[in-house]
């Protein structure tokens, strides 16, 4: 069965430091993969994907995710963190029949 | 386009009551998806539609629930009887197969239920 696993409920970071979110994942054939935003009161954004290619995605805000297919993990970096990308981030895989398995969420909060 | 369109954006209603959500996807959109979100289980996707025609409602809690998309530019998601454990926000997604496996996210619907 696919899953998809966020370890950690928060992460917390300082404005300019990098940041991480990680995400593993359990698939049967290649994974399509993908990161969502939600802002307060809002819907999910799309932020970036990985369906086949180069291991390290670049998506929007500056973000980027690697692929790595040993580990099973697509985890979701950013180089130089901002206040205003305190929200949650959700991990996703596109299993079989398109159906979508989000996982549970990552409260980031960037501290100025 | 003006996105996923979501109605009403908040709904109180009673114990008992019937509560009725709609969604209006993304023109051109094939697939068409309802989710629930609440603290305690976070996203879950209650059932989705392809081409108008439901894939796979294994996520609908219940038979009170039942959704419909009687055309590729509508779906309500019914909810008869209500219960305050169905107090949660409800999200409306679509996308469409080729076009890179998105999902487009509606703002979505609070319900709450007293």
């Known amino acids: 069965a696919q899953s998809v696993a966020q370890p950690e409920d928060q992460v917390n970071v300082a404005e300019g430091n990098p940041l991480t979110v990680k995400c593993t994942y359990s698939?049967?054939?290649?994974?399509?993969l993908f990161w969502y935003v939600q802002y307060p009161n809002r819907g999910l954004q799309f932020l970036l994907k990985?369906?086949?290619?180069?291991?390290l995605v670049k998506g929007s805000y500056g973000f980027e995710a690697e692929f790595n297919k040993s580990q099973t993990s697509f985890h979701l970096k950013k180089p130089s963190a901002l206040v205003s990308d305190s929200a949650l981030y959700f991990c996703a895989v596109r299993g079989s029949n398109y159906k979508y398995i989000f996982g549970t969420g990552t409260r980031l909060k960037v501290l100025a | 386009d003006a996105g996923v369109i979501q109605s009403p954006r908040h709904e109180v209603t009673e114990m008992g009551q019937e509560v009725t959500l709609r969604c209006k996807p993304i023109?051109?959109?094939?697939?068409l998806f309802w989710y629930r979100q609440t603290m305690m289980r976070g996203l879950e996707l209650l059932i989705y539609?392809?081409?108008?025609?439901?894939?796979?409602d294994s996520g609908m809690p219940e038979d009170r629930f039942s959704a419909k998309m009687p055309n590729a530019s509508f779906s309500t998601l019914k909810i008869q009887p209500s219960e305050p454990r169905d107090s949660a926000v409800y999200f409306c997604?679509?996308?469409?197969?080729?076009?890179?496996?998105?999902?487009?996210f509606g703002a979505g619907t609070r319900l709450s239920v007293l």
């Open positions: 997604a679509s996308s469409l197969r080729g076009g890179g496996n998105i999902q487009y």
């Open positions: 023109s051109g959109h094939d697939y």
């Open positions: 698939v049967s054939g290649n994974p399509y």
């Open positions: 990985y369906i086949t290619g180069d291991n």
């Open positions: 539609f392809n081409n108008n025609v439901p894939i796979d």
